[in-house]
């Protein structure tokens, strides 16, 4: 089975704060991304990544950068962490090539105080 | 501009009854569609998929239709089952290498006993 595991399930951060999220999968996936869940808006794509040190923006990029210096390895990170990122936060990683079924870790629950 | 949109953001089904979903979609150049289910506090899990030439695939109680010229996929789950309570996202593949997937907002599925 494929893991996805995410570094924290729960985090609390201070507005201003630089915050580093980690997901790291176990299946030698070439794509990873990362998402974050708001209520009534679904999920929405940030970043992701096809490759070792290769990334691309998805549809809400602003105030995100991502790092992917090892193939099982993708960090989110928050440059200076503002209230309006509180958000579930979701990390996936699948196959390269046609399509393939991404899988999921359980979630960060991230609240910026 | 949302290009997939779940229009019910709930439904209430008796248990061993049919639950219907409905996924609506925009962009005729999608490839694949697929349904992800989540529980409270976990990641979303990958139910079934459907490529974009045809027009049914199914899995056991689940079974997705596509309707191309209506750009309308749905979700059938006969019987189900309390264990099915939980939210459902439609997603759609912009297709080739990266898997980018466009999701909903998904449609909590209640099962009553």
């Known amino acids: 089975d494929v893991k996805v595991t995410q570094s924290s399930r729960y985090l609390v951060k201070r507005t201003g704060e630089k915050v580093f999220l980690e997901c790291v999968q176990d299946?030698?996936?070439?794509?990873m991304f990362w998402y974050r869940q708001d209520p009534g808006l679904g999920l929405r794509l940030i970043y992701f990544s096809y490759d070792v040190k290769m990334k691309e923006k998805g549809d809400i990029p602003e105030g995100y950068s991502v790092s992917r210096e090892k193939k099982e390895r993708f960090s989110l990170i928050l440059e200076s962490a503002s209230t309006n990122q509180t958000s579930m936060y979701l990390c996936?990683?699948?196959?390269?090539?046609?399509?393939?079924?991404?899988?999921f870790g359980d979630g960060t629950r991230l609240s910026i105080l | 501009d949302q290009q997939v949109k779940q229009n019910s953001p709930s439904l209430s089904v008796q248990e061993g009854r049919i639950s219907i979903l409905n996924c609506d979609y925009t962009?005729?150049?999608?490839?694949?569609f697929l349904w992800y289910k989540k529980y409270p506090a976990e990641g979303p899990t990958f139910l079934i998929s459907i490529s974009s030439i045809k027009d049914k695939n199914e899995d056991g109680r689940f079974t997705v239709f596509l309707n191309k010229s209506a750009k309308h996929l749905s979700l059938h789950i006969v019987p189900s089952q309390p264990g099915d309570s939980a939210v459902y996202f439609c997603a759609a593949s912009v297709g080739g290498a990266t898997n980018k997937l466009i999701f909903g907002t998904g449609t909590l599925l209640a099962v009553q006993p």
């Open positions: 299946m030698d996936h070439e794509n």
């Open positions: 996936a990683s699948s196959l390269m090539g046609g399509w393939q079924p991404q899988h």
């Open positions: 962009n005729s150049m999608f490839d694949y």
